[in-house]
């Protein structure tokens, strides 16, 4: 070609142009190289990200919906193992099939409508066992460059804890409900600082007496008669403060059916609060008490009108509990000891005795106690003054309907002026005792004498002037007035603790032997028997013990007057004793004098007390000797049938001290 030629010039061009784009195609192919290597990076980012993410994430490819990937967690879930790429999901959990989960992909893969659901309950076999759990989760389409649904993109959140944990919350307020409703305890549940009604039970309600549609209403709408009554400040002071309100035996008027009723209740009103803390209602859990606040008033009432009474008394009234300690005295004791009510309550009463009788009275008081016996003491009680004054105390318990202590009711009698009585009582019959027994045993000397210068046969003379018998009848009647006037000397030597034994050795069957022909020589129509079941030899005071046979003795052929046979017995209770025991078949004693007949001058009623005489103080003098001789008196008697007495001594009698 020449030079100049414009097919040459052409030619340059388009090879020029041409290198130009081969240049711009060499740098676009480095761009795409370029963007292929960022592209790179962000699929595995992205796949990094998919693969450590906590949610359950998985591809499923085509209509068949092979697993393309699936990351860790959702394949923790399903417990098929790490093996579950290129296989189709429905191969891997067939189980889905009946649950409706196939429905859905089919919905998202062929009308391309993605698919979400919350707390969508899904079974599966997870090693060989059907498990259970809650999933929130999204199926979305998965398209390529031409927009063509090639997948199924699934992120799902296992939400089985939390939708367990809402079960058992429904669960637990529907127990809750169902015990607040089936209480018999009032209950009801208020919001707000309205206090709107929330939950209140049958119970509640049928008090209240406003119909069963409360809820959602004000309590005080509902109740606007308590409004006045100073209700609405206790509830607004719970709800602001958080301080419980308790009340017992409040009493409250309501309107019910168109009546306004007093009622009494016991309630708590306490703060609810929300999971911060937050105060956000109070709830009210009461007690209709009418009744028993009805019979409380009427209980303190008379309790009132019982300490006004036994404050009048002029006697020296207390009550303890069960195990003895006082619970209350009345005005006479405060004013006797001169103290307060509280001083005097926080004293023992055994500070108040006698010290001599202290430990007597301690003893007969816890022997009460451990028995529930009356108690029943004479004792001396010191006075504001120090003064010690006899009183005649007694004291009763008081049971329940099962027989149970509950209580004692004790009651002190001043006994001063009949004790100084008895005492100058004492004294003149130990003076006249001592004055008539000398003159009395002259005279049974004499009768002795003029017994003993009659012949033994008077012949007629007897018949016409019968000296023997009488002076017999005499003799007698003397030697009973002198058993008497002795008893009235030894109740003198027991007051002023005179009464000593002459303690000796005796067989005690030869001595009630010649007691007992004493006896028949002196009552001729009488029938004494003896049984002895053992022989013994006694330490002990002859006369004394011979005095208590007499008394036993001459006490049953009194009190037998259609009887004229009395039966003794001699026999050994336990080892080291032996004991005596004398049966009548005449009156009987009843039940309530058999604890009162070895008291000083206590006679046994008859149907004619002139029937019986005497005294009154044999028996009190045999229990005395008896106990001196470290023994006790028995008395067995059925009223109508007769009276056994028995006193049982120690072989061998140790002197006791005072």
């Given at each position: 070609m020449i030079e100049g030629d414009p097919r040459i010039t052409e030619l340059e061009e388009r090879l020029l142009k041409k290198e130009d784009e081969l240049e711009k195609l060499r740098q676009e192919n480095e761009s795409l190289k370029n963007s292929n290597l960022d592209l790179q990076e962000e699929i595995y980012q992205f796949k990094g990200l998919v693969y450590t993410s906590t949610s359950l994430i998985t591809f499923l490819k085509g209509p068949d919906y092979i697993v393309e990937f699936a990351n860790e967690p959702i394949k923790e879930v399903w417990g098929k193992g790490d093996n579950v790429e290129g296989k189709s999901l429905l191969e891997v959990l067939p189980e889905l099939r009946t649950q409706g989960i196939k429905d859905y992909l089919d919905q998202v893969f062929y009308q391309g409508e993605p698919f979400h659901a919350r707390s969508l309950p899904v079974e599966h076999d997870k090693n060989g066992e059907m498990i259970k759990h809650y999933f929130d989760f999204s199926y979305m389409p998965q398209y390529n460059a031409d927009k063509e649904i090639i997948g199924i993109g699934i992120i799902a959140q296992d939400v089985t804890d939390r939708i367990k944990t809402e079960i058992e919350l429904k669960e637990s307020e529907h127990r809750y409900k169902d015990l607040i409703h089936s209480s018999n305890s009032l209950i009801a549940i208020l919001r707000g600082p309205d206090m709107v009604i929330e939950i209140a039970n049958d119970a509640i309600k049928k008090v209240w007496g406003k119909g069963p549609d409360v809820e959602?209403?004000?309590?005080?709408?509902?109740?606007?008669?308590?409004?006045?009554?100073?209700?609405?400040?206790?509830?607004?002071?719970?709800?602001?403060?958080?301080?419980?309100?308790?009340?017992?035996?409040?009493?409250?008027?309501?309107?019910?059916?168109?009546?306004?009723?007093?009622?009494?209740?016991?309630?708590?009103?306490?703060?609810?609060?929300?999971?911060?803390?937050?105060?956000?209602?109070?709830?009210?859990?009461?007690?209709?008490?009418?009744?028993?606040?009805?019979?409380?008033?009427?209980?303190?009432?008379?309790?009132?009108?019982?300490?006004?009474?036994?404050?009048?008394?002029?006697?020296?009234?207390?009550?303890?509990?069960?195990?003895?300690?006082?619970?209350?005295?009345?005005?006479?004791?405060?004013?006797?000891?001169?103290?307060?009510?509280?001083?005097?309550?926080?004293?023992?009463?055994?500070?108040?005795?006698?010290?001599?009788?202290?430990?007597?009275?301690?003893?007969?008081?816890?022997?009460?106690?451990?028995?529930?016996?009356?108690?029943?003491?004479?004792?001396?009680?010191?006075?504001?003054?120090?003064?010690?004054?006899?009183?005649l105390s007694k004291a009763t318990p008081i049971k329940d309907e099962e027989g149970n202590i509950t209580s004692w009711i004790s009651s002190s009698t001043e006994i001063q002026k009949l004790k100084e009585d008895e005492k100058r009582q004492e004294d003149f019959l130990k003076l006249v005792s001592h004055e008539l027994k000398t003159p009395v045993t002259s005279i049974k000397g004499y009768i002795q004498l003029l017994l003993s210068l009659l012949p033994e046969d008077m012949g007629d003379t007897e018949k016409r002037l019968p000296i023997k018998p009488y002076l017999n009848r005499i003799e007698t009647q003397v030697e009973r007035l002198i058993r008497l006037l002795s008893e009235m000397l030894d109740l003198s030597r027991i007051e002023q603790n005179e009464l000593d034994l002459k303690i000796e050795k005796f067989n005690l069957n030869s001595h009630i032997m010649e007691i007992l022909e004493d006896l028949k020589y002196s009552n001729k129509n009488v029938e004494l028997e003896l049984e002895q079941d053992l022989n013994c030899d006694v330490h002990a005071d002859r006369d004394r013990i011979g005095q208590v046979v007499i008394n036993f003795v001459t006490n049953a052929l009194k009190y037998s007057p259609d009887s004229n046979r009395v039966k003794l017995r001699i026999y050994e209770p336990e080892k080291d004793h032996v004991s005596v025991s004398v049966e009548d078949f005449g009156i009987g004693i009843n039940e309530k004098e058999q604890n009162q007949i070895f008291k000083r001058f206590y006679r046994i009623s008859g149907n004619n007390d002139d029937t019986y005489e005497g005294f009154g103080i044999g028996l009190y003098l045999s229990n005395e000797i008896i106990e001196r001789h470290n023994g006790k008196i028995y008395v067995k008697s059925e009223l109508g049938k007769g009276s056994e007495f028995t006193f049982t001594i120690p072989l061998n009698h140790q002197k006791q001290n005072g």
């Open positions: 959602g209403r004000s309590l005080f709408d509902v109740l606007p008669e308590i409004v006045d009554q100073g209700m609405p400040e206790i509830f607004r002071n719970v709800y602001e403060t958080g301080e419980a309100f308790f009340a017992q035996e409040s009493p409250i008027m309501h309107l019910k059916d168109g009546e306004m009723i007093l009622g009494y209740f016991d309630f708590i009103y306490q703060a609810l609060k929300d999971s911060n803390g937050e105060i956000e209602g109070v709830s009210i859990i009461a007690s209709e008490v009418t009744n028993q606040a009805l019979l409380n008033k009427q209980i303190k009432k008379s309790e009132r009108e019982f300490r006004e009474l036994v404050n009048f008394m002029p006697h020296k009234i207390s009550l303890s509990d069960a195990e003895g300690n006082p619970v209350f005295y009345n005005q006479s004791w405060l004013n006797f000891v001169g103290k307060t009510f509280e001083e005097f309550l926080g004293q023992s009463y055994l500070d108040m005795l006698h010290p001599e009788e202290r430990e007597d009275i301690e003893k007969e008081v816890e022997r009460c106690l451990s028995t529930g016996e009356n108690l029943d003491v004479e004792v001396q009680i010191r006075d504001k003054d120090g003064n010690y004054i006899w009183h």
